[in-house]
């Protein structure tokens, strides 16, 4: 039979057959001797040891479509990252530090904006406004009215999707909505796998329909972009790519530089300004990591330095 792992934990892998409910599996010596491991999202095959205690052993990984390292999990097709419309109010800066650490994972991003209910139409057209030419998929949703949701689901369906998102934005209350609820009752969850509802490091799928899972995790929870390269950091900002060509230098910031093509269109209004505010705070924060390294290199330098004339 054949599977998706949807939650890891001691050894055994649980792992969901369309149709059949989830079943409990130990995964065979050999991946252990190929120093292969089982990861969630992993498609598998099983054999079945007891069909009536739901019992079985992976004796199979498929191949893998994608593999993310932080968090540990396996065909992973797109991400959904859910802020709310207002209370509280979007903090775009942490959005922007969101979608670019999705995005360096290789993954397609969407944004849903939920509590519509707390916002008129202004508001919505606002952050419209500034994520349009973002090169993600802008959807709202009301988790309480049920707006939004079936866009949602359609925007899901077929595929294994990571959620991620602060605090506070109802992203509980659309996963609740997007889940049929006679199917959650029916065995997607059961009570094998709520052996792990405490451990909250492990990563999980849900499935929310045959074929279609959602992963709500607590490995997206880094947001420091200090270990990647500034000069990188404007291939995060899609919008910026039409005007680059205008620029006069090839390794130009976008930031002081004369005959700035992206500076000409944020002058234009064709950039938003917030998603431009945000990407020079960030170049910035690079930037003084950047001195904040090469200051403590030429300490490290000068002591050693007088530790050798000390010795000598």
Same mark, same amino acid.
């Given at each position: $039979? ?5 939650? =890891?934990?001691?050894? %055994?892998?649980?792992?969901?057959? /369309? ?7 130990? #995964? ?27 019992? &079985? ?22 991400? @959904?990252?859910?802020? +709310? ?15 670019? $650490?999705?995005?360096?994972?290789? @993954?397609?991003?969407?944004? !849903?904006?939920?509590? *519509? ?9 606002r952050i419209r406004d500034i994520y349009e030419k973002s090169g993600c998929r802008v959807l709202f949703s009301c988790a309480q009215s049920g707006e939004g949701i079936a866009d949602i689901k359609a925007a899901l369906a077929g595929k294994t999707t990571a959620l991620a998102g602060p605090s506070g934005v109802g992203k509980s209350s659309v996963v609740n909505c997007l889940q049929d609820k006679t199917r959650m009752e029916t065995g997607a969850i059961s009570e094998k796998i709520d052996r792990g509802k405490h451990t909250t490091r492990h990563s999980e799928?849900? +499935?929310?329909?045959?074929? *279609?899972?959602? $992963?709500?995790?607590? =490995? ?5 972009? %200090?270990? $990647? ?8 900002? /899609?919008?910026? #790519?039409?005007?680059?060509?205008? !620029?006069? %230098?090839? *390794? !130009? #910031?976008?930031?002081?530089? /004369?005959? !700035? ?5 944020? +002058? ?12 020079? #705070? %960030? ?11 090469? &200051? ?17």
């Amino acid at each position: $039979m054949q599977g998706k792992i949807v939650k =890891g934990i001691a050894g %055994f892998y649980y792992v969901d057959i /369309p149709g059949a409910g989830i079943y409990e599996c130990k #995964a065979k010596g050999i991946f252990r001797k190929d120093n292969i491991k089982p990861l969630v999202g992993d498609d598998v095959q099983i054999e079945i040891t007891d069909a009536k205690d739901c019992e &079985g052993n992976i004796i199979e990984i498929l191949p893998r479509k994608s593999e993310l390292v932080r968090p540990a999990v396996a065909n992973i097709d797109q991400a @959904l990252l859910i802020f +709310a419309v207002s209370k509280p109010e979007p903090n775009y800066n942490l959005l922007d530090r969101f979608l670019i $650490m999705l995005q360096r994972q290789g @993954l397609a991003c969407m944004l !849903c904006f939920n509590k *519509t209910d707390l916002a008129d139409e202004a508001q919505r057209m606002r952050i419209r406004d500034i994520y349009e030419k973002s090169g993600c998929r802008v959807l709202f949703s009301c988790a309480q009215s049920g707006e939004g949701i079936a866009d949602i689901k359609a925007a899901l369906a077929g595929k294994t999707t990571a959620l991620a998102g602060p605090s506070g934005v109802g992203k509980s209350s659309v996963v609740n909505c997007l889940q049929d609820k006679t199917r959650m009752e029916t065995g997607a969850i059961s009570e094998k796998i709520d052996r792990g509802k405490h451990t909250t490091r492990h990563s999980e799928l849900i +499935a929310i329909s045959d074929g *279609t899972y959602i $992963m709500d995790t607590p =490995g997206f929870s880094s947001l420091s972009l %200090f270990d $990647m390269e500034k000069e990188t950091l404007k291939g995060f900002y /899609p919008e910026f #790519a039409p005007y680059e060509e205008a !620029c006069r %230098f090839l *390794t !130009c #910031a976008h930031i002081h530089e /004369p005959d !700035c093509g992206v500076r000409r269109a944020l +002058a234009a209004n064709e950039i938003n300004r917030i998603r431009y505010e945000n990407y020079v #705070a %960030f170049y910035e924060e690079l930037k003084e990591r950047d001195a904040a390294a090469k &200051g403590a290199k030429k300490r490290q330098g000068r002591r050693e330095k007088r530790k050798i004339g000390g010795e000598s």
